[in-house]
C-alpha cells in the first residue's frame, strides 16, 4: 500500500464544480444584499456565460435564490452552515469515474470486475469527507478581504 503523506496528491474537479464554489463563497461573503453574475464574473475574472450555467444549476439545487427584474439578482438558498460541500460536488461533478459507473457500460469484465466496488467505496469515503464541511468553514477574514465588495455592485449589461 502507498504511504500518501509525504506526497502531493493531485485531484481534478471540473470547472462547474470550482465555479459553483467560488460562486457560493462571494455569495455568502455578500450576504447583505443581492449579487449578480456581472459582478462575480469580474471578480473572478471567469466568463458570465459559464457562470450562468453554473448559477442555473445553483437555483434548481437550492443553493441559490434568484430575485428576477430590476435591482434583482441572487443570494443564498440556505444558510452557509446549511450547504454541505459534498452536495455541491454531487451536484455539480458527473461522478462516473469509470466506464461501468455509466448507463452504457460495455466494459466485458464488468460482471466479477473488483475495480468498480473499490472505486465506489474511494468515492463515498471523498464524498463523505466533503460532508464534514459546510460553506461556513469555507468563509474566512482573508477571503472575506478578498471578495467583500465595498462599493455598488456592478450593474448587468
Same mark, same amino acid.
Given at each position: 500500500?502507498?504511504?500518501?503523506?509525504?506526497?502531493?496528491?493531485?485531484? @481534478?474537479?471540473?470547472?462547474?464544480?470550482?465555479?459553483? &464554489? $467560488?460562486?457560493?463563497?462571494?455569495?455568502?461573503?455578500?450576504?447583505? %444584499?443581492? =449579487?449578480?453574475?456581472?459582478?462575480?464574473?469580474?471578480?473572478?475574472?471567469?466568463?458570465?456565460?459559464?457562470?450562468?450555467?453554473?448559477?442555473?444549476?445553483?437555483?434548481?439545487?437550492?443553493?441559490? @435564490?434568484?430575485?428576477?427584474?430590476?435591482?434583482?439578482? &441572487? $443570494?443564498?438558498?440556505?444558510?452557509?452552515?446549511?450547504?454541505?460541500? %459534498?452536495? =455541491?460536488?454531487?451536484?455539480?461533478?458527473?461522478?462516473?469515474?469509470?466506464?461501468?459507473?455509466?448507463?452504457?457500460?460495455?466494459?466485458?469484465?464488468?460482471?466479477?470486475?473488483?475495480?468498480?466496488?473499490?472505486?465506489?467505496?474511494?468515492?463515498?469515503?471523498? &464524498?463523505?469527507?466533503?460532508?464534514?464541511?459546510?460553506?461556513?468553514?469555507?468563509?474566512?477574514?482573508?477571503?472575506?478581504?478578498?471578495?467583500?465588495?465595498?462599493?455598488?455592485?456592478?450593474?448587468?449589461?
Amino acid at each position: 500500500m502507498n504511504d500518501f503523506t509525504s506526497q502531493t496528491i493531485i485531484m @481534478h474537479l471540473t470547472q462547474q464544480t470550482d465555479y459553483a &464554489l $467560488r460562486v457560493l463563497i462571494y455569495t455568502a461573503i455578500n450576504n447583505e %444584499g443581492l =449579487v449578480n453574475i456581472a459582478e462575480i464574473a469580474k471578480t473572478y475574472d471567469i466568463s458570465k456565460s459559464h457562470l450562468m450555467k453554473v448559477v442555473t444549476a445553483l437555483v434548481k439545487g437550492g443553493f441559490l @435564490h434568484s430575485v428576477r427584474g430590476k435591482g434583482g439578482g &441572487l $443570494r443564498l438558498g440556505k444558510e452557509p452552515e446549511q450547504i454541505r460541500v %459534498g452536495d =455541491v460536488v454531487r451536484l455539480t461533478e458527473p461522478m462516473v469515474i469509470a466506464e461501468c459507473f455509466g448507463e452504457n457500460n460495455e466494459c466485458i469484465i464488468s460482471p466479477h470486475c473488483r475495480l468498480a466496488n473499490i472505486l465506489n467505496s474511494g468515492l463515498k469515503l471523498f &464524498l463523505m469527507h466533503l460532508d464534514n464541511y459546510t460553506l461556513a468553514d469555507l468563509l474566512n477574514a482573508g477571503t472575506q478581504k478578498i471578495l467583500y465588495r465595498i462599493d455598488m455592485p456592478i450593474q448587468p449589461e
